[in-house]
C-alpha cells in the first residue's frame, strides 16, 4: 500500500509539455513492463484479507494514470493545434493566376496601331446592322447573292448581324467630311459551317481613306506599310484583281503562308500563299451614296481578316481555337 501511495503522488505531480516525455510517463506506469502490471503481479503475495483493498488501491491508481495522461496528451495537441493556426507571415503568397488578352484582340489592337501611326483614328459600329448601312449604301444591288439568307443572319426583316465591317465605312461617311482616315476593327457574322479555315463569327478591320487626289498607288504603300509593320520586311504579298460591289477597282492581297513557308499545307489550301484582306477604290456610286462629292474626292478601303491575320502570326492551324476559350491555348498568350 506505501507503493501504491508513492506512486499516486508522483502521477500527481508529474508535470510535462514534452511529448516523448508524456509517452515516457505513460510507458512506465502503463507499458507491458509497467509498474502498474507489477503491482497486479504483486497481488498473490497480498495476505487474503488485504487483497480486496490492494486490488482497489491499483485499480484507482491506474484510473488516475489513465486521466492523467489523457489531460496531458489533450493539453500538448491544444497547444500545438493553436501553432499550427497561426499564420506564418514570411510565407510567399499563393500566385493568382494572371489573365491573358485573347490573341484576337492582341492582333486586333495591333492592327489598329499600325494605322494609328499614319494618321488614322478608330471608329466603331454596331453588331446588329441595318440593310442599309450592310448591303445598300455600299452598293450592293438588291438581288446581290450576299443578302440570300444562307449567308445573312437576319435578326428582323431589313436589320441583321452585319456580314462584314464596310457598314462603317457608310456610317463614317455619313457623318464626316473628307479627308477621312479610319480603322474599324469589329466581329462580323456568317451563315457559314464551322470548320478549321471557316467559322460563323470571325473578325475584321476596315480601313477607309478619303482625301483628294488619293489613288492606287496611295493604296499599295498602305499595304506594304502595314504587311512590313505586321509581319515583316521578308513577307512576300501579291495583288490578285477580284470584286467588290464598294470598290472599283478591287483587289485582294495575299501573304506568302508562313505555316508551311509556301510550301503548301491546310491553311493555304496547298497554294503556299493566304488571302488576308479585300480592298480597292472607293466606287464613285458609294461617295454618292453616302453624300461625298466622287468628282472632287476619292479614296481607297481595305478590309483585313483577323483570324487570317493572327493565324499566320501565331502559326495556329486551326480557327476553332479561337472560339473554344480553352485555357490551355489562351494561356499562352499570357505575357503579351
Ligand atoms: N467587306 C469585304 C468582305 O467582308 C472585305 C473588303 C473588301 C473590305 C474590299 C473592303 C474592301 O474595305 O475595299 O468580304
Sequence with gaps: MTNIEKFREEIEQ????????????????????????????????????????????????????????????????????????????????????LGARHPISIVTRQLCDVFKKIGYTVAEGPDIEDDWHNFGALNFPPEHPARDMQDTFFVDPGVLLRTHTSPVQARVMEANRPPIRVVCPGRVFRNEAITARAHCIFHQVEILCIDEHISFADLKQTLDFFVREMFGKDRRIRLRPSYFPFTEPSAEMDISCDICNGKGCNICKGSGWVEILGCGMVDPNVLSLNGIDPEKYSGFAIGIGVERTTQQLYKTKDIRLFFENDIRFLGQFEAL
Design 14 to 97: 508529474f508535470r510535462s509539455e514534452k511529448l516523448e516525455e508524456i509517452e515516457q510517463f505513460r510507458s512506465k506506469f502503463l507499458g507491458k513492463k509497467g509498474l502498474l502490471i507489477a503491482l497486479f503481479d504483486e497481488i498473490k503475495n497480498i495476505p487474503p484479507a488485504e487483497r480486496k483493498d490492494f486490488g482497489q488501491g491499483i485499480n484507482h491508481l491506474k484510473q488516475t494514470v489513465l486521466e492523467k495522461y489523457a489531460a496531458l496528451k489533450a493539453a500538448y495537441e491544444a497547444a500545438h493545434a493553436e501553432q499550427r493556426e497561426t499564420p506564418d507571415l514570411t510565407r510567399p503568397a499563393n500566385r493568382i493566376p
